[in-house]
């Protein structure tokens, strides 16, 4: 970190704790200079960088004061998804998008993949080598089909954060939060049952809606606080819904959370039409609010909520460990658990399961929540700064996504195929909805690398748009 | 290894390899204690344990004879499973079985587990435990969701010698065979729809069936030529089956390898009925023959048959690493394989590639095919000596598990409860139908123990057969 970052950090920490106030005016060039033995250059250098991060803004004469905070005058519209149920389509352009070798990503804006270089995560590699090298033995035989129970405890006492109270017998271990969601889905839904989901939403999760031969009810979604519940209501009362799939903390792609009144709003919706909930938590424990949000779980006052989660955002997708806790479907959600794979490999489940005992999870997911929350400052500014005038985005209340909605006449599945070519890869906005929609959009993921790889990979990305937009106006101006 | 048990495995080796005759008579104890500098009492008990191999008999006054080869005549009987599609029940059963902590197994004959212990899978876990340590980052990202190219190469390898010419892109990577069952069936058939199966068939492979809303269509089947084709092709006639799940190789329960004439047969006949086949092929490699015998993929013209396999009898069910070769099946295959799991960890893949790629998971299972062939032979005998009159037992061709008749009227439910409480673990008959059929019948692996281990826990399951037939006379006598 050069100098100047480090003094934009420490400003930027005092302001988010409140040592200076919003319009309050800051130490003057000369003063900080003084103050921290830096040079002039120095201190300016990292107030152009807080202005960036829309912490500081400059007054012309008077010097730099704290800014309003975020101005969320961009967000993405409420999506207005078709309003009645259907089947899920794209699972091309899906494929496409997994079948992309990771040495042939460039500049990866596209996967849902944690910063998995971080430091902090070394104690649970040491602990899995260890494990690897010298109780080989433990990774060979079957186990519980429910998982460890060494791992099974630690996650009882991680979920207290976020207001349940389980017991190991409530949890069973998966291989990561999408065999966690299939399985809960062919639990709770047969065959052409209809499915209510947020709009956009997971494409994993669509997929699964539409292998197990369910059908998706896609509910307008609000990008700051999750699916509209009147909406909601209104195909409760039109069609026979049979359960919710949301991501409701953290949401992916929007990045909101949803607040906790509308949390208890939704199961008290779902206990009055007696339908249950699969409540996907996947990216809970890096939100940026500490303590970290509540689940749905927490208010299950009948267990009627499947809870689906993993370490796949927390610690690293590759892991494949996940855990559902299914509530009243706990028999049946066995069952299907054995018959689609069996058990879950041992040994990461206890090198993970040691790394929360010993406390290295939560130290680890600390640090990436603040990693993040700065990441996304970054992106933020990058992409206001670069993208085309109109564009919006939302504003992620953790995770490491965010969901751009151009305001071009733009076919994204296009642009992402020309992206790539140009080696930057970026999710298409279609996949995430049932029918193709969104073709305006972009999902953008903002963990893993440098910040001047990012703002080039943004750069190039609105040059890339420019291009688009310009050779489509030549090419229409020809026919 | 001692003296005696090296004394009668050379013997036995030059017996089967034709050195001598059945009816050859063998050089005498003098003689054999001189060539091998051994004393006659090492040779006497050499040659005692050849008898109990049934390798060689003993006349009274003229010396040791090689006997004729095992006589099938205590083979299990036909199986007359019931003439109809049904429902899969008996999975309180199988649960019973899964939940069983493995500490608590006592004398281990009950899961399918192959034996962990052999040297010869060393190399493997030493590049496991290497890769965990160099290179952690591997086994951190998401991957292609069909699996590491470097595995799917070894394995069209490897299938040449089941006679298949794969290619790589026709395979997909999955969490065990199980998976693999599991997504094959889901891929080619709808709820409601009937698939046909070998009676008795592994549990596994039905609860799938149960899970996705099948119908099982049971088929007798023959303990040395497997599903009769005969009554297949009735049921065929009669019922508008999917498809047929078969595990026509060192199958399990019954330990038969289907001829490759009738393999060929029952490919035509999926053909003339146009139908698919889900081929369990997951012992294959541990085929006593050598070179192992063909699969009924090898002779697909069509793409009609999806293999399944897993490294979990080869080498750990632990690693769960599984793969399927779905044939035309391939793209759907690809989707629910997708959204049931996502991709499978990548370092066991990568560990277990290099072990083929080098030559150790040849090496391997040529000593497992002959350890367990001669783990077979002792535990038949102790089968033939211990167990009551009239005990029907199968004749494994491959594989490490054998199937129990009995010829008493016992419940093996309750006699497998009983066991347990008397440190002895076994699998009983009823799991491997879909109603509960074979109350008499027993499953017995042989990969694990050692011989003695093994004689005290058939012993001991004699013993408690009996007192367990007398306690229930006595209980009929009393009411
Ligand atoms: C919301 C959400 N749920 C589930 C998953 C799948 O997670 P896993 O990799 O643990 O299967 C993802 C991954 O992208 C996700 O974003
Ligand atoms: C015939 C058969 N198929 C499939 C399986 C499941 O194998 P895996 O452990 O690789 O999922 C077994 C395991 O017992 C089996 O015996």
């Given at each position: 970190m050069t100098l100047y970052q480090d003094l934009a950090l420490r400003l930027g920490e005092?302001?988010?704790?409140?040592?200076?106030?919003?319009?309050?005016?800051?130490?003057?060039?000369?003063q900080l200079a003084q103050e921290y033995s830096v040079s002039i250059s120095t201190v300016q250098e990292a107030y152009r960088q807080l202005e960036q991060e829309r912490l500081v803004e400059a007054r012309p004469k008077s010097g730099y004061f704290v800014s309003q905070p975020y101005q969320h005058d961009n967000l993405p519209t409420i999506s207005r998804p078709p309003q009645r149920p259907l089947e899920v389509s794209q699972w091309e352009e899906v494929l496409n998008m997994l079948m992309i070798r990771s040495e042939k990503l460039?500049?990866?804006?596209?996967?849902?993949?944690?910063?998995?270089?971080?430091?902090?995560?070394?104690?649970?590699?040491?602990?899995?080598?260890?494990?690897?090298?010298?109780?080989?033995?433990?990774?060979l035989g079957y186990g519980d089909v429910r998982g460890t129970i060494e791992l099974r405890e630690q996650i009882c006492r991680l979920t207290v954060a976020s207001g349940c109270q389980l017991h190991p017998d409530d949890l069973v271990i998966t291989s990561g939060c999408q065999e966690a969601l299939s399985v809960c889905l062919r639990a709770v839904a047969e065959p052409g049952d209809i499915i209510a989901i947020e709009s956009p939403g997971f494409y994993g999760a669509m997929q699964a809606i539409k292998a197990a031969g369910l059908k998706v009810m896609e509910i307008p979604t609000h990008p700051e606080t999750g699916i509209s519940l009147e909406a909601l209501e209104l195909a409760l009362d039109q069609w026979p819904i049979k359960a919710i799939l949301a991501t409701p903390t953290c949401n992916n792609p929007m990045g909101y959370t949803m607040p906790e009144e509308q949390k208890k709003r939704l199961f008290k919706l779902a206990q009055s039409y007696d339908i249950t909930i699969i409540e996907d938590d996947i990216y809970g424990d890096i939100s940026y609010q500490f303590p970290r949000p509540k689940?749905?779980?927490?208010?299950?006052?009948?267990?009627?909520?499947?809870?689906?989660?993993?370490?796949?955002?927390?610690?690293?997708?590759?892991?494949?460990?996940?855990?559902?806790?299914?509530?009243?479907?706990?028999?049946?959600?066995?069952?299907?658990k054995y018959v689609s794979s069996?058990?879950?490999?041992?040994?990461?489940?206890?090198?993970?399961?040691?790394f929360i005992r010993l406390g290295g999870y939560d130290k680890h997911i600390r640090q990436m929540r603040q990693h993040y929350e700065q990441q996304r400052d970054h992106m933020l500014t990058a992409i206001n700064t670069y993208l085309p005038k109109g564009t919006r985005v939302s504003f992620p209340s953790g995770s490491f996504v965010l969901w751009v909605e151009l305001n071009l006449p733009i076919d994204c599945l296009e642009l992402v195929k020309t992206c790539r070519e140009h080696g930057i890869s970026l999710a298409p906005g279609p996949i995430f909805s049932s029918t193709g929609k969104y073709?305006?959009?972009?999902?953008?993921?903002?963990?893993?690398?440098?910040?001047?790889?990012?703002?080039?990979?943004?750069?190039?990305?609105?040059?890339?748009?420019?291009?688009?937009?310009?050779?489509?106006?030549?090419?229409?101006?020809?026919?």
């Open positions: 005092h302001i988010k704790h409140g040592f200076y106030q919003i319009g309050d005016r800051l130490p003057s060039v000369r460039g500049i990866q804006l596209q996967h849902a993949m944690p910063n998995m270089q971080a430091p902090t995560l070394k104690p649970l590699l040491k602990t899995l080598a260890d494990l690897s090298k010298q109780h080989p033995q433990l990774g689940t749905i779980k927490s208010f299950d006052s009948d267990g009627r909520v499947l809870m689906c989660s993993s370490f796949s955002k927390t610690i690293a997708p590759g892991m494949r460990v996940g855990w559902m806790a299914p509530g009243r479907y706990r028999d049946k959600v066995t069952h299907i069996s058990m879950c490999p041992t040994l990461p489940q206890l090198a993970i399961a040691k073709r305006n959009c972009l999902r953008i993921n903002y963990s893993q690398l440098k910040p001047h790889e990012r703002e080039n990979g943004i750069r190039s990305l609105a040059r890339l748009i420019d291009e688009f937009t310009s050779t489509k106006k030549t090419k229409s101006q020809l026919t």
